[in-house]
């Protein structure tokens, strides 16, 4: 079972980007869970999201895991957030970020003996320039396609272009743009 | 016949709200009265947006609170229609009322309910304290662990409540957030099997059937009042046979199976815990891990309906595990929880008597982990070993500060 939680805040996109995620890797067979911990919460609030995957149904319904990747995105939460809380010896941490890894690791005491799993993407900027707004849930599922391996870039974005259907052509563009560019850029 | 055909792929991935207003939509509810509230807003929601969107020829009906929109739902149920609605905790709370006058009207309504924490402290997450609320209210009671379980038995509860020789409602539980906005793999039916499935609803006493006029709701008193109370509970109780049959055919068209007491790892179990909702699934993994790395026989039992209580089932399923957890998410207000005392009742009727405590967990929302779920097996295996109860009866999983409980076994130590 992989298991990934989501920092974010909300309005930033994790619960709708949790579940793109979901309905992206079921379309592979696996079986599939996307939650959140919201409840009353505000535009801005701190706010995580959760995905499991696996190969047979899911059926542990527990908030509690330890996660394999913890995707942040929202820059300001790698420092006030506990992103490190019930990680594994294994686990990779996919930051949204306008600073270099090594700048943004010596600032963060949690990440220091895990460097060589930290990766960095700037989902903000990424969604600025080509979505035109700041909407950094569709650039960090490029960096998590990248990091992951778990699909081919190709496979995956024409999968996305099917759950954003609805959207007009040019805000699905652009969530293209802004998936690859993630997907190449994240280090 | 609905004007637009919603496009369906074999496998979605939905949250059991979404999944349970699929369900309402496949099976062409003629009228939903509703007044949304969280967790169970969304189910409402897109059944007003499929009747706007001509998904589905039905009305949705606006009203100004849940004792309106339980009334409204009576109201169209004794004109005739097929009528369904969702509510969750206070909304709930609020239509009790109007519940007691549907299932004594023995009227097919279909309600969603999306359990949630009853106020005070206000809490909008899961817990099972509006379920409970409706035990007592005569109506059909079935749970879901799952967004597929809220979709498949969506559907069953039609065909249960509308069954002539049952003709109650039916409330169909699911779990607040913890199902109802947790998105995982669904397999729907088609609209077809779907509609085939559940049938065309055909009303009983219709008041819209003007060349035979008929009164819903008379005033009874001590003449009548007790022969109808005792006839709609006979009811209630003969439904379990329908209920058998209606999963049977469920399982000829979908491939799934469900009874209305299911046990997980039983065929040997020495412990098991039994629960609601998606605390089962939960359960399951902590007895699966027992099993492989310490050799603990742990097993899971689980009342899918609610209420006819299956006291007969619940009896078969347990009398040769040596002890068990019962597990009530929701606050007992100064008794044992409703589940461990009905669960115990059913044993104490059986030759063995297995020891049986109560744990209180999860209460407005409080996550409850396969860790947890670990360590009360291990107290019944300790329990097992000693062959008595070496804890109090009454238990508090995942409470923060000091340890709480109640009562001492006068059995065995």
């Known amino acids: 079972m992989i298991e990934i939680r989501w920092h974010s805040r909300a309005g930033q996109g994790a619960v709708t980007g949790a579940k793109s995620l979901g309905d992206i890797v079921a379309t592979t067979g696996k079986e599939v869970q996307a939650f959140a911990l919201y409840g009353s919460a505000k535009r801005g609030a701190a706010l995580r999201a959760y995905n499991r995957i696996d190969d047979k149904p899911i059926i542990n319904h527990a908030k509690f895991m330890r996660p394999d990747y913890v995707l942040v995105i929202d820059p300001a939460l790698a420092y006030t957030d506990d992103i490190t809380m019930n990680d594994k010896e294994t686990t990779k941490y996919i930051i949204t970020t306008h600073l270099d890894k090594e700048q943004l690791v010596s600032e963060i005491p949690s990440l220091q003996d895990k460097k060589d799993r930290v990766y960095v993407v700037d989902c903000v900027q990424i969604s600025l320039d080509e979505i035109g707004r700041s909407i950094p849930n569709a650039p960090m599922l490029g960096a998590f396609v990248k990091v992951s391996g778990m699909f081919e870039l190709d496979y995956f974005l024409e999968n996305m272009k099917r759950v954003l259907k609805k959207f007009p052509q040019k805000i699905i563009d652009g969530n293209m743009r802004a998936i690859t560019r993630a997907y190449n850029e994240v280090k | 016949m609905p004007k ?6 074999e496998r979605e991935v939905w949250d059991g709200n979404y999944a349970a207003s699929q369900a309402m939509r496949q099976a062409r509810v003629d009228v939903m009265a509703a007044y949304p509230i969280t967790p169970s807003t969304p189910i409402v929601e897109n ?118 020789s049952v003709r109650l409602p039916v409330m169909v539980h699911q779990d607040g957030f913890v199902t109802s906005h947790t998105a995982q793999n669904v397999y729907p039916l088609s609209d077809e099997e779907a509609y085939n499935f559940v049938g065309d609803i055909q009303p009983v006493d219709d008041m819209l059937d003007f060349s035979r006029p008929v009164t819903y709701g008379a005033q009874t008193e001590e003449d009548w009042h007790f022969e109808h109370k005792a006839k709609q509970h006979k009811a209630l109780m003969d439904s379990r046979s329908v209920i058998d049959e209606v999963f049977a055919e469920f399982k000829k068209v979908s491939g799934r199976e469900y009874k209305r007491v299911e046990s997980y790892m039983m065929e040997d179990a020495e412990v098991a815990i039994v629960a609601l909702g998606t605390t089962v699934e939960t359960a399951r993994v902590a007895a699966m891990e027992l099993r492989e790395k310490e050799g603990i026989k742990a097993g899971v039992v689980a009342p899918r309906v609610f209420r006819p209580f299956p006291f007969d089932m619940i009896r078969d399923a347990l009398e040769n595990v040596k002890s068990i957890a019962v597990l009530d998410r929701s606050s007992p207000g100064g008794a044992m929880g409703a589940l461990f005392n009905e669960v115990s009742a059913a044993l104490y009727t059986t030759p063995k008597r297995p020891l049986v405590t109560n744990y209180i967990y999860g209460l407005g929302g409080r996550d409850f982990a396969v860790e947890d779920a670990i360590e009360i097996f291990k107290e019944q295996k300790a329990n097992a070993d000693a062959g008595h109860i070496t804890t109090p009866i009454q238990q508090f999983s995942g409470l923060r500060g000091p340890k709480l409980g109640f009562f001492q076994t006068k059995r065995g130590s």
Not at chain 2, 139 to 152: G, H, K, P, R, V
């Open chain 2, 47 to 164: 059944y007003g947006a499929y009747v706007a969107n001509g998904y589905i020829d039905g009305e949705f009906v606006m009203v100004e609170s849940e004792h309106a929109a339980m009334s409204a739902c009576v109201g169209a149920s004794a004109a005739g229609g097929r009528v369904a609605t969702a509510t969750s905790s206070q909304g709930f709370a609020l239509m009790v009322e109007v519940l007691y006058q549907a299932s004594g009207m023995r009227l097919p309504i279909v309600l969603n309910v999306v359990n949630r924490a009853l106020a005070s402290p206000l809490n909008v997450r899961g817990d099972h304290s509006d379920m409970y609320l409706g035990r007592d209210s005569g109506w059909i009671q079935l749970d879901a662990f799952n967004a597929q379980e809220a979709y498949d038995l969506a559907l069953c509860a039609f065909k249960i409540g509308e069954n002539h």
């Open chain 2, 4 to 9: 637009e055909i919603f496009e369906l792929n």
